[in-house]
């Protein structure tokens, strides 16, 4: 029985660990290649040898990225391109936080938080549409975070990032339609789960406090797992969300509704 995404080729950044192993690892699971992009490469390498192993050779593949560098994506997406026979899926899942109030936060730690989160979106979209234009339908998946919809007074540098994904994938999603693509453009807005950037306050904590202490701030009462962004990319990729565009999907256990 052919997979859910099956044919599908797609290009995930961030891929090395956390949200975006486990989104290299799901859509592999239902039939498409991927392409696992990191400037961890020895970790995307990891990520895409395991992949194959349980796939079979030339599902997955590996590429060093920097999401910042313009001529780092055009080179990645040019061996990525070559290497799966096309690009019909971009995720663009790589992101940071720094902690700093308004007053706190450095303006270098500004700058570095927009530029991972924000100028990646717009360098991988801006050089990918052109390898997607010939593999349609296309879709473009923005990891953005429900912070990116609820505010904060200690995050300003991660909330304005994470609004202008959510604002930006509007604004593709629309340029895509405007140009009669079938390419389409949605982000996704997750609260708390568990990968490793939730490292810090474990190390503070302890992990089952700092997880309990999480989770009391979740209506569910629990952190979300990665399988749970995982399988929402795996709806936006494939073609059951084919009149969805410019939307986003919130999968914060409830924080929203309050």
């Known amino acids: 029985m052919a997979g859910r995404v099956a044919g599908k080729k797609a290009f995930i950044t961030g891929g090395a660990q956390g949200l975006g192993a486990a989104m ?35 599902t997955a593949f590996a590429f060093p990225l920097d999401v910042t560098k313009e001529d780092q994506w055009i080179y990645a997406l040019e061996e990525a391109d070559e290497a799966m026979g096309g690009i019909s899926v971009l995720v663009n899942n790589a992101g940071i936080s720094r902690g ?9 730690d500004w700058k570095l938080v927009m530029s991972v989160n924000v100028d990646s979106v ?24 429900i912070a990116g919809l609820i505010a904060a007074h200690n995050s300003p540098s991660y909330n304005a990032s994470k609004a202008a994904v959510w604002l930006l994938s509007k604004g593709i999603a629309l340029h895509c339609a405007k140009q009669k693509l079938d390419i389409r453009s949605n982000s996704i807005h997750p609260t708390f789960i568990d990968t490793p950037i939730l490292d810090p306050l474990r190390q503070r904590f302890g992990k089952e ?28 990729a494939s073609d059951e969300s084919k009149f969805m565009t410019g939307a986003e999907l919130k999968l914060d256990g409830g924080i929203s509704a309050m």
């Open 24 to 58: 290299a690892r799901k859509l592999a699971s239902e039939g498409a290649k991927v392409t696992v992009a990191d400037i961890n490469i020895e970790g995307a390498k990891a990520v895409a040898a395991e992949i194959n192993a349980a796939h079979g050779k030339g």
């Open 209 to 236: 406090e700092a997880e309990a202490k999480l989770g009391r701030q979740v209506p569910l009462g629990h952190i979300g797992e990665p399988d749970d962004i995982a399988n929402a990319v795996l709806y936006l």
């Open 122 to 145: 717009f360098l991988g979209t801006k050089h990918a549409l052109k390898y997607m234009r010939g593999h349609q339908p296309g879709s473009i998946v923005n990891i953005s975070s």
């Open 100 to 108: 700093g109030d308004i007053e706190s936060l450095s303006l270098e």
